[in-house]
């Protein structure tokens, strides 16, 4: 077949000609149609809109799309583009998909999830230095602007730079793991903001930053800047020319400069790493009859038994995740004793144990006429 | 009146029930819903069995069972060997056990179900052998019997104490017990499950309690084709894992999403067992149908933590 214009006899694609586009059904055209707006809305490249709407094509042809929820259809082309996104290291969180859909986080976790096992997808690991600078492109205080102080406006290479190495200090000192990441971004980039021109911003708070940054404030972001700033105090404790001072959590942020560029000798004098095998050794050694503190519990013996006088003296501590470091109160109980481990699950059942738990007519009646069936 | 306990003679038998083969909610300690599909079988490095296969649902025993309609028949004459399988603690399933040449007995030639001969296991019986010295706790099992009889769930609600049945919001009645400390799910067609036990023998106990309670109200009730269904199990290795690490180096088994979850969840493939892997070192395992899976997926797992941990 060839087009009207007849000058010109060109070969036409036999699926352009034929109308076998129009076969492809309303919903997959929806879809695809809703997959491509949502890319032009988070201006990415074209490429990307290729491969989102192939994996969108063949996960609704994979049976356990094929027939859920129109709600999860939806879903399911955001959770193309984030896939997308991910494996072109393309730092798109799964909160910002979600508020663009309108949609319930559990939710889209589970067909987020179904979507990386039906199509053996292998979606790399959100790169944390790559939202550093997504995220704070969307802050407010590179330009100056009428509500924004002068001292507060700040060059954008110095911070995305100072917050880069903030979250990798974060991330050595386990305080990324398991975490949401964009919080840790949040307080980092306070922390970095305020060390850059301390004088002018140490009396700015977390919440009064973000509103004239124009970012959220998401809850956890003030436990990881307390974190952070713990991390800083015990940096600081090691170096030589601070120790004179006596450092709080206002304090130690006009030396965050200094704690940053020399962060791997401090890392290894304020933390004892407990990677060592003779720690362990001696560690499992002694390790029975030794109680555990309230905090870090046997983690703490396996890393530190010889560190016992730094700790005293600099208050050095091991290098764990802070659930290590402030252990909740364990509910569980304790393990099964001996006669639980005896039962056979074939013992004689007493009439009178399972009668213990059926009603006496008087209590039907009473319990009829409360619940009036 | 004293209800015959015929309970206590039904052995346990590998059927398939449909209904329940779908995944139920796991009690973990995080709540996490999630399925027990598995992408094909990869090259995992172990020292024990070649065959790298899945263990299909329907194993040779359950084979045996879909010959004969009525369970109550087979369960008497599987009884004298089944019953001594039920003490083993740790190894139960022969036909799990990983040597491919082992030969089963094939029923459907003899026509007659032979009982089933235990075999000697392998692997050690106790369960922490060289490797991690750390023996994962079981925390929940999930198992299910069949009553075999219509329920009226209005009337048990009615006359049972620990009872509690709210129609608009579930389809079944909530039945507790104190000891052992669990709770069942008893639907109208008969089927229960029964849920929070320690221990498959404890669950079992359970179980026959639950279905005496339901007796004792009047039901026809028999026990059949009671199955574990499903296992959790927990435990600590004691050092922190760098998770961002451990999804990288595992990816086709791992999933990391800290926007979702905390915890890493790596899909084993042998067994097929699926572990939460936290930061704080501590390990939630689940998906076994029978203790033995859950520490052979912890031996698995305890050398790639270790290994892991020194590299970092």
Redesign the interface.
């Known amino acids: 077949t060839t087009w009207p214009n007849t000058d010109c006899f060109s070969e036409v694609a036999y699926s352009q000609s034929t109308g076998q586009k129009e076969q492809l059904s309303r919903c997959l055209q929806r879809g695809i149609r809703r997959v491509q707006d949502l890319c032009k809305v988070l201006q990415l490249p074209t490429v990307f809109e290729e491969t989102a709407v192939s994996y969108f094509q063949r996960a609704l042809q994979h049976p356990s799309f094929h027939l859920v929820s129109l709600e999860k259809k939806e879903l399911l082309g955001g959770c193309c583009v984030f896939v997308t996104c991910r494996q072109h290291n393309w730092p798109l969180?799964?909160?910002t998909i979600c508020s663009l859909l309108y949609a319930k986080?559990e939710l889209f976790?589970?067909v987020?999830?179904?979507l990386?096992?039906e199509l053996?997808l292998?979606v790399p690991?959100?790169s944390l230095g790559d939202l550093v600078k997504t995220h704070l492109n969307s802050f407010r205080l590179f330009q100056h602007a009428a509500d924004v102080p002068a001292p507060f406006v700040e060059d954008k290479e110095k911070m995305v730079a100072r917050t880069m190495q903030i979250v990798e200090l974060a991330?050595e000192t386990?305080l990324?793991?398991?975490?949401?990441?964009v919080p840790i971004v949040t307080a980092a980039a306070f922390l970095s903001w305020q060390s850059l021109q301390p004088a002018a911003r140490l009396t700015c708070t977390f919440t009064r930053f973000c509103k004239l940054a124009g970012v959220d404030l998401p809850p956890p972001a003030h436990l990881r800047l307390k974190e952070l700033l713990e991390i800083f105090l015990r940096m600081a404790s090691q170096l030589a020319w601070l120790r004179v001072f006596n450092m709080d959590k206002k304090t130690v942020v006009k030396h965050i400069g200094d704690l940053l560029q020399h962060r791997i000798f401090l890392l290894k004098n304020a933390f004892c790493l407990?990677?060592e095998e003779e720690h362990r050794a001696v560690a499992l050694g002694e390790g029975s009859p030794r109680s555990p503190p309230a905090a870090g519990g046997?983690?703490q013996e396996?890393g530190c038994p010889s560190e016992g006088k730094r700790q005293r003296e600099g208050g050095a501590r091991p290098l764990?995740?802070p659930?290590?470091i402030n252990p909740r109160k364990r509910l569980r109980t304790a393990?099964?004793s001996t006669s639980?481990?005896a039962?056979?699950?074939?013992?004689?059942?007493s009439?009178s144990?399972?009668?213990?738990?059926?009603?006496g007519p008087e209590?039907?009646r009473a319990?009829?006429k409360a619940?009036a069936? | 009146s004293?209800f015959k306990?015929d309970l206590?003679a039904s052995p346990q038998l590998f059927t398939p029930m449909s209904p329940y083969d779908v995944d139920l909610p796991i009690q973990t300690t995080e709540d996490v819903?999630?399925?027990s599909?598995f992408?094909q079988p990869k090259e995992l490095p172990t020292d024990f069995s070649v065959d790298l296969s899945f263990l299909p649902d329907i194993t040779q025993d359950n084979k045996e069972q879909n010959l004969s309609e009525d369970g109550d028949e087979m369960q008497k004459e599987l009884d004298g060997s089944i019953?001594r399988n039920?003490?083993s603690?740790i190894f139960m399933d022969e036909s799990s056990l990983s040597y491919p040449d082992a030969t089963q007995p094939s029923p459907e030639a003899s026509g007659v179900c032979p009982p089933l001969t235990p075999m000697t296991p392998m692997t050690p019986v106790t369960p922490a052998s060289e490797s991690s010295g750390i023996v994962p706790?079981l925390q929940n099992i999930v198992s299910t019997v069949n009553l075999a009889c219509k329920l009226d769930l209005?009337n048990i609600a009615?006359?049972?104490?620990?009872a509690e049945y709210n129609p608009k919001r579930f389809a079944a009645v909530i039945m507790r017990?104190r000891e052992?400390r669990t709770t069942a799910l008893i639907f109208s067609s008969g089927k229960m499950v029964c849920t929070g036990a320690?221990?498959?023998?404890?669950?079992?106990?359970a179980a026959?309690?639950y279905a005496?309670?339901v007796q004792?109200?009047g039901f026809p009730a028999k026990f059949l084709d009671f199955k574990i269904q499903n296992m959790v199990g927990s435990c600590d290795v004691?050092?922190?894992?760098?998770?961002?690490g451990l999804?990288?180096t595992h990816?086709?088994f791992s999933?990391?999403?800290?926007?979702?979850?905390?915890?890493l969840i790596y899909r084993m493939v042998k067994p097929r067992i699926v572990l939460l892997i936290?930061?704080?070192?501590k390990v939630v395992l689940t998906g076994a149908k029978e203790r033995s899976e859950i520490y052979e997926a912890f031996e698995n797992i305890y050398p790639i933590l270790k290994g892991f941990?020194?590299a970092?």
């Open positions: 969180t799964m909160g986080q976790a589970s987020y999830l179904s990386q096992k053996g292998s690991a959100l991330s386990w990324v793991t398991g975490r949401h990441p407990e990677d046997t983690a396996e764990l995740p659930c290590l393990a099964p639980d481990s039962i056979t699950g074939n013992e004689p059942i009439d144990e399972i009668e213990q738990y059926l009603r209590e039907i319990f009829r619940k069936w | 004293e306990d206590s819903l999630f399925g599909q992408n019953s039920e003490d603690s706790q209005k009615l006359h049972a104490r620990n017990i052992p320690k221990s498959e023998e404890q669950s079992r106990l026959r309690k005496r309670v004792k109200l004691r050092f922190p894992i760098r998770l961002e999804v990288l990816q086709q999933s990391y999403e800290p926007e979702l979850f905390p915890g936290f930061v704080s070192g941990k020194k970092s």
